[in-house]
């Protein structure tokens, strides 16, 4: 395993310095324009703190051991029956608790927080959630399912941070927060490689074919690969372009024909829309409908589930994936790959491109600086309040995150030159570390309690090989200082409205998927216009009317 290179300067990263060192040896790239990397304050919250001042805390060592009944997605995976492992222990011993597990899964965590909510037999910390702006959210404010979070945080540095960033107070209810987040990047613009298209570069040198340009040159490269036998086995076996799911059309996978995902965006005639339902992502989806007759997409791009899409390229049966392409996705690829090509060398095999720009310039994608949140049962008191804020602080911080990706320093691993290096046992087969869930189970579930750690450390984590993360750090800043970046506006997207809610039965990527895969003897526009009618009979109207109405009494 490779070393990390000196790395002489700190990512810069907003509101959130303390919580990564320097990314992978180049400088910090531009500061984003969008409201979440430029906006610096939030909203002072008018309820009163009924925290103890800093002063009076307890000290650890006084503190009684404090019971916590904790929830997140197998949280079940960090409590494994036996000895507490050692970070555990530590965890137990820096701040005085007994962590209860109470397991969700990924497919039923809403299933059993509304069945436990309706009984009043939520756990203290309800981890395993994304609902933040959506009609639950503001329910359980309203039914005094959760509690707010202090007015005063100014104890926890590291939640302070967060809880300034205006995607987080845009959600305030009553001048209060009533989450935390979980954050995923420190500079939301980095969120421009969540999406993007791996190439199987190779193939296009076998096949003679130059990089593509147009629509056009697309639809005819992934026809190429499906058609024109590229693994060289003889077989018809191979697909063009292979999305990991279909939400990758929509959602800013193919960011050259403008702003086509699900926010809610001020479009030209003054309302407010989701640009899922508007014209650029209809000249989007007759693109794909036309790759899709002319057997470059996938056809069974509809009916992947999980990581199949992600196998068939890594078995070099797709010439295209469709994904996302930041430092720790494409080690996933690549650990794939190598399973069943070890043969055939990863980055010199792949390239990463963005499709044709049918606009003037590329639309990148964007969001929160955060992904999901977790909440606190309405029972929960102010002292074990302050308990479960000091373990949040702690994960969110460096010394909490290196704990959970890396371990036990000197132990597990070191700082050597600005950079860590990984002391864990290496396997002689694969040449890789030891997984530090593997050594330390805790760190498995708990190491996304509080923040995507993983995503947060990606760019400087030394498992990742210096040719993935060198790839994605120049993709990265090239989209952040070139690309358009949207410019969200999240108090628009936290307005509540009841029409957003009775809108629910509107599917629009289901439907874009038909428009897709209907019969080509059927009419483009005659379909689109058909699509937009049981749209806004479905309340997609009546929720731009009121999201707009609300916008501009708002002054949004």
């Known amino acids: 395993m490779k070393k990390i290179r000196t790395r002489n300067t700190l990512?810069?990263?907003?509101?959130?310095?303390?919580?990564?060192?320097?990314?992978?040896?180049?400088?910090?790239?531009?500061?984003?324009?969008?409201?979440?990397?430029?906006?610096?304050?939030?909203?002072?919250?008018?309820?009163?703190?009924?925290?103890?001042?800093?002063?009076?805390?307890?000290?650890?060592?006084?503190?009684?051991?404090?019971?916590?009944?904790?929830?997140?997605?197998?949280?079940?995976?960090?409590?494994?029956?036996?000895?507490?492992?050692?970070?555990?222990?530590?965890?137990?011993?820096?701040?005085?608790?007994?962590?209860?597990?109470?397991?969700?899964?990924?497919?039923?965590?809403?299933?059993?927080?509304?069945?436990?909510?309706?009984?009043?037999?939520?756990?203290?910390?309800?981890?395993?959630?994304?609902?933040?702006?959506?009609?639950?959210?503001?329910?359980?404010?309203?039914?005094?399912?959760?509690?707010?979070?202090?007015?005063?945080?100014?104890?926890?540095?590291?939640?302070?941070?967060?809880?300034?960033?205006?995607?987080?107070?845009?959600?305030?209810?009553?001048?209060?927060?009533?989450?935390?987040?979980?954050?995923?990047?420190?500079?939301?613009?980095?969120?421009?490689?969540?999406?993007?298209?791996?190439?199987?570069?190779?193939?296009?040198?076998?096949?003679?074919?130059?990089?593509?340009?147009?629509?056009?040159?697309?639809?005819?490269?992934?026809?190429?690969?499906?058609?024109?036998?590229?693994?060289?086995?003889?077989?018809?076996?191979?697909?063009?372009?292979?999305?990991?799911?279909?939400w990758i059309l929509t959602s800013q996978g193919w960011p050259g024909f403008g702003y086509t995902d699900t926010r809610w965006m001020k479009g030209e005639d003054g309302n407010y829309i989701q640009p899922i339902s508007g014209e650029k992502t209809f000249t989007m989806m007759k693109f794909f409908r036309k790759m899709y007759q002319a057997g470059g997409l996938d056809p069974d791009f509809a009916t992947l589930e999980n990581n199949q899409a992600l196998e068939k390229f890594a078995a070099g049966k797709t010439g295209v994936l469709g994904r996302q392409t930041s430092p720790k996705h494409l080690k996933a690829v690549m650990d794939a790959w190598v399973k069943v090509q070890p043969d055939k060398d990863f980055a010199d095999s792949v390239m990463l491109m963005s499709g044709p720009k049918v606009e003037d310039n590329y639309t990148r994608f964007s969001e929160m600086s955060y992904w999901s949140e977790s909440y606190f049962n309405v029972k929960v008191d102010d002292a074990k309040m302050d308990r479960i804020l000091q373990l949040y602080d702690w994960l969110y911080s460096k010394e909490g995150m290196y704990a959970m990706m890396y371990g036990i320093e000197g132990k597990d691993w070191k700082m050597e030159n600005n950079a860590i290096t990984l002391l864990t046992p290496v396997d002689e087969k694969t040449g890789l570390h030891t997984a530090t869930s593997v050594l330390y189970p805790f760190t498995s579930a708990m190491g996304y309690l509080a923040a995507w750690t993983g995503d947060l450390v990606q760019y400087e984590d030394p498992s990742i090989p210096d040719t993935i993360r060198n790839m994605a750090v120049k993709e990265r800043d090239m989209r952040v200082s070139t690309w358009k970046d949207p410019q969200i506006n999240w108090s628009v997207q936290a307005i509540n409205v009841p029409e957003k809610q009775e809108m629910a039965a509107v599917k629009f990527g289901d439907d874009w998927v038909k428009f897709i895969m209907e019969s080509k003897d059927k009419n483009e526009d005659e379909l689109y216009k058909a699509m937009k009618a049981s749209w806004d009979a479905n309340g997609y109207a009546a929720a731009v009317e009121a999201v707009t109405r609300e916008a501009v009494a708002k002054g949004y």
């Not at 907003?14 to 409201?35: E, F, N, Q």
């Not at 009984?119 to 039914?143: C, K, M, N, T």
């Open 11 to 246: 990512v810069a990263i907003l509101l959130l310095s303390a919580l990564l060192l320097a990314s992978c040896g180049t400088a910090a790239p531009t500061a984003s324009s969008s409201p979440a990397a430029s906006e610096s304050a939030a909203t002072e919250s008018a309820a009163a703190s009924t925290e103890p001042a800093a002063s009076e805390s307890t000290a650890p060592e006084a503190m009684e051991e404090m019971e916590i009944s904790i929830s997140v997605w197998d949280v079940q995976n960090s409590f494994p029956e036996g000895d507490m492992d050692e970070i555990a222990k530590m965890v137990a011993d820096k701040f005085k608790v007994k962590l209860t597990p109470v397991n969700v899964g990924w497919g039923d965590a809403d299933e059993k927080y509304n069945t436990w909510a309706a009984s009043d037999q939520l756990p203290d910390v309800i981890g395993a959630i994304a609902h933040v702006g959506q009609a639950r959210y503001f329910q359980w404010i309203e039914d005094g399912v959760v509690r707010a979070l202090p007015a005063d945080v100014s104890k926890y540095p590291e939640a302070a941070k967060l809880l300034q960033l205006p995607e987080v107070t845009a959600y305030q209810v009553e001048g209060k927060n009533w989450f935390l987040p979980r954050a995923t990047y420190g500079d939301p613009a980095w969120w421009a490689m969540d999406r993007g298209l791996i190439v199987r570069k190779d193939w296009m040198e076998k096949l003679g074919i130059a990089e593509p340009v147009t629509e056009e040159d697309w639809i005819n490269m992934t026809t190429a690969f499906a058609k024109k036998d590229p693994d060289g086995n003889g077989k018809d076996d191979t697909a063009g372009f292979t999305p990991q799911a279909a």
